[in-house]
């Protein structure tokens, strides 16, 4: 559905597999410049970049709130 949308998704494994510098070229070969959106799911950062969504995320999943 996203692709019909005109939405391109890249995984992390493709971001790994190529690399910054790639796929920033392709970001900005799809856009041509401003105004672009980018955004990344918060599930692949290090817990430790955001420990509140973390604790609020097992919390909701009925797990204790204090990390191990």
Aim: aromatic share 8%; proline share 9%.
């Amino acid at each position: 559905m996203a692709k019909s949308q005109g939405v391109r998704i890249i995984y992390m494994e493709g971001f790994i597999d190529r690399g910054p510098q790639s796929v920033t070229a392709e970001v900005k070969d799809i856009c041509g410049g401003p105004p672009a959106y980018l955004t990344f799911d918060i599930d692949s950062t290090d817990p430790s970049m955001a420990p509140r969504f973390y604790l609020a995320e097992r919390a909701r999943a009925g797990k204790s709130s204090k990390p191990r």
